[in-house]
């Protein structure tokens, strides 16, 4: 990691529960597994497109 790779934080806020499977996989991907995980992550493409998929379960903090 060098210094000018951003860091992320992200709370799951919703459930995967009666939605595509696929979006519970995002989550899981991501190393949320449940309401109320946090997480910090490099701010890479990869893991912003997997926030983007699934925008309305989570929140960025910073």
Known sequence: MTKTEK????????SPIRR?????????????????SERELLATNSVLKLIEKVRHMVEVIS
């Open 20 to 36: 595509d499977k696929r979006q519970g996989l995002y989550l899981k991907s991501l190393g949320l597994k449940k309401i109320g």
């Open 7 to 14: 860091k992320i934080k992200v709370r799951q806020v919703g």
